[in-house]
């Protein structure tokens, strides 16, 4: 098992920066690769980002390419979700996923967080 829990939700006005965390424990945190997802109000959850086991490529959903950075500290076992130039569009509840090698699921999810952009 693999227990995540997300932070650093919260309010902000378009144009702001939030930056979300998800501490991982329970297993050897290098060995998933780590999603970050959202779900808005009325929708249905959708892909955010992902990175890699070693840290050494990401992808990102064409909406947040060039504004959110996904990271993470192997040592430290979190990734990190950093999200600038936010938008309104950009509010949902935000969570954090882990993924066994090989696996073409997410296994693990977090709680969630809740990011709310007012315009």
């Known amino acids: 098992q693999v227990q995540l829990i997300e932070s650093g939700g919260g309010s902000v006005q378009a144009g702001g920066s939030l930056r979300l965390s998800c501490a991982a424990s329970g297993r050897t945190f290098s060995n998933y690769a780590m999603g970050w997802f959202r779900q808005a109000p009325g929708k249905e959850r959708e892909f955010v980002a992902v990175?890699?086991?070693?840290?050494?490529?990401?992808n990102y959903a064409d909406s947040v390419k060039g504004r959110f950075t996904c990271s993470r500290d192997n040592v430290k076992n979190t990734v990190s979700l950093q999200m600038n130039r936010l938008k309104p569009e950009d509010t949902a509840v935000y969570y954090c996923a882990a993924r066994s090698d090989g696996y073409s699921n997410f296994e693990y999810w977090g709680q969630g967080t809740q990011v709310t952009v007012s315009s």
């Open positions: 990175i890699t086991r070693s840290g050494g490529t990401t």
